[in-house]
T-cell receptor, first 114, second 114 residues
Framework: AQSVSQHNHHVILSEAASLELGCNYS??????LFWYVQYPGQHLQLLLK??????LVKGIKGFEAEFIKSKFSFNLRKPSVQWSDTAEYFC????????????FGSGTQLTVLP | SQTIHQWPATLVQPVGSPLSLECTVE??????LYWYRQAAGRGLQLLFY??????ISSEVPQNLSASRPQDRQFILSSKKLLLSDSGFYLC?????????????FGEGSRLTVL
């Protein structure tokens, strides 16, 4: 069975700092990868996704993620965070072409200090 | 455009009482529907999913059940709530079983069992 690991449970940064949130998955086949974000008081929404092609994926609000197949990783990055990026971030993986549903990581709470 | 609605948003119930959380999707036909539970520090756990009317798959054994009486309606139920059923429940939908798998989430329902 596939699993997703997010090693950082809580990250605290100052505004303008760079961000990298780790995500590793365990599955040897082809995968679809996602990052979801949940802002305080709001519902989960898609930040970015990778299906195929360029392993560097750009999402909304200046976020990007890089799929490194050899490392089974899909880390989320942002060069300069803002206070409004304070949220919980979830990595998720799905076996490509499979009926199996998304498997989510445990989430990383990001707090950006003004 | 597609929308998903989930209610009630918050619910406080005594132990042993029944439960019914409802979810409806608008603007799409034959969606795949999901119920997740979100626990702090534990990410999202898939409880049930449905690929069609009357078709329910359960991911984990538990005190809850799900039903899909109509194409775009998904209901989470319990006959007798336990304290351990407290949590944040999310309904979600996706387009194709074997497709990319992107999920669209509802606003969530916070259940407190006393």
């Amino acid at each position: 069975a596939q699993s997703v690991s997010q090693h950082n449970h809580h990250v605290i940064l100052s505004e303008a700092a760079s961000l990298e949130l780790g995500c590793n998955y365990s599955y040897g086949g082809t995968v679809n990868l996602f990052w979801y974000v949940q802002y305080p008081g709001q519902h989960l929404q898609l930040l970015l996704k990778y299906f195929s092609g360029d392993p560097l994926v750009k999402g909304i609000k200046g976020f990007e993620a890089e799929f490194i197949k050899s490392k089974f990783s899909f880390n989320l990055r942002k060069p300069s965070v803002q206070w409004s990026d304070t949220a919980e971030y979830f990595c998720a993986v799905k076996e490509s072409g499979s009926a199996r549903q998304l498997t989510f990581g445990s989430g990383t709470q990001l707090t950006v200090l003004p | 455009s597609q929308t998903i609605h989930q209610w009630p948003a918050t619910l406080v119930q005594p132990v042993g009482s029944p439960l019914s959380l409802e979810c409806t999707v608008e603007g799409t036909s034959n969606p795949n529907l999901y119920w997740y539970r979100q626990a702090a520090g534990r990410g999202l756990q898939l409880l049930f999913y449905s690929v069609g009317i009357g078709q329910i798959s359960s991911e984990v054994p538990q005190n809850l059940s799900a039903s899909r009486p109509q194409d775009r309606q998904f209901i989470l139920s319990s006959k007798k709530l336990l304290l351990s059923d407290s949590g944040f429940y999310l309904c979600a939908w996706s387009v194709l079983t074997s497709g990319p798998g992107e999920l669209f989430f509802g606003e969530g329902s916070r259940l407190t069992v006393l």
